[in-house]
C-alpha cells in the first residue's frame, strides 16, 4: 500500500491531504494513502526512521524545510540554493530531499499573467521567502527588494538570493514604503503579520503575491483588489507545488491540477462556511 503524509507544527490546517487524495483519485491509484502527522524539527529523524518500503514520500510545511537538508541521503540542487526542503521521496530504500516551492510560484504568476515581472519586492526572510527569491530568478529578475523585520538578521535569504545571481536590497518592513517601487509584492509573512502594510502596498500600485490562502482574502489582497489591482492567492502556489510533488512521489505525469484546483477550493467553502456557524 503506497504512502504518503504531510508533516509539519501545527497541520491540522493543512490542504495537502484534500489535494494528493484528489489527485490520486482522479489518476486512478487505487490503494494510495496520503495522511498528516503533526512534528516538529526535534521529531523529524525519529520519524523518517519509522519508514519503510510502502512509503513513497514526505511533504514538510512549517518548520521542517530547513532541518530536513540535514536528515536526507540526498538532495537536488534546488534545495540546496533555496535553503529548505519541502519534499521527501523515498527512492530504494534512501531519502532523497526536494523543493517544489519554487515551482508553484513560478507556476502561479505565470498562470496569472505576472510571469515577466520588472521588478519586486519580497516580505519576511523564511525558507518560503527563499524560495520566492530563486523563483523571481527564475522568472527573469537580477535584482530585487527584501523587507524584513531585522535587517541584521536577513543573512540566510540574502546569500540564498546571492545563489540565484540576484543583488537585494535589503530594508526594514516599518520602512516598507522605501522599497516599494515595484511592479510585485511578494508577502511570505506569515497569517497576519502583512495586515499593517495594506495601505502602503495598495498605494504602490504593485499587483501582490500572498502567500497566505486562509482566511482569504487577508487584509493586504482585499486593499490590493480594491484599488483595483491584481492579487494571486497562496492558494495557486500550494496546488501547483503538490502537483510537482504527486510527478515526484508517484513517478508519473499528467497530474490533474483542474480536479486539485476543485477538491481544495471545495475544502476551503466548508471551512469558511463552518467558520460562521452560529454556536448553538
Known sequence: MPRAAVLGKPIAHSLSPVLHRAAYAAMGLDGWVYESFECDETGLWGFLETLDEDWAGLSLTMPLKRTA???????????????????????????HGDNTDVYGIVAALTEAGLGAPGSAVVLGGGATAASALAALAELGLTKAGLAVRNPERAAESVAAGERFGLTLRVGALDRLPDLLEADLV????????????????????????????APWPTACAAAVEASGGTVVSGFDML??????????????????????????EAELAHRASEAVLPEV
Do not use: W
Request: glycine share 12%; charged share 15%; with cysteine.
Open 239 to 264: 496546488v501547483h507545488q503538490a502537483v510537482r510533488q504527486v510527478e515526484l512521489m508517484t513517478g508519473r505525469t499528467g497530474v490533474p491540477v483542474e480536479a486539485m484546483r476543485a477538491a481544495g
Open 69 to 95: 537538508l540535514k536528515l536526507v541521503d540526498t538532495v537536488s540542487e534546488l534545495a540546496v540554493a533555496v535553503g529548505g526542503a519541502n519534499t521527501i521521496v523515498m527512492r530504494d530504500g534512501r531519502r
Open 186 to 213: 511578494v508577502s511570505t509573512l506569515p497569517g497576519i503579520a502583512a495586515d499593517p502594510y495594506a495601505g502602503q502596498i495598495a498605494a504602490c500600485g504593485a499587483a501582490l503575491f500572498d502567500v497566505v490562502y
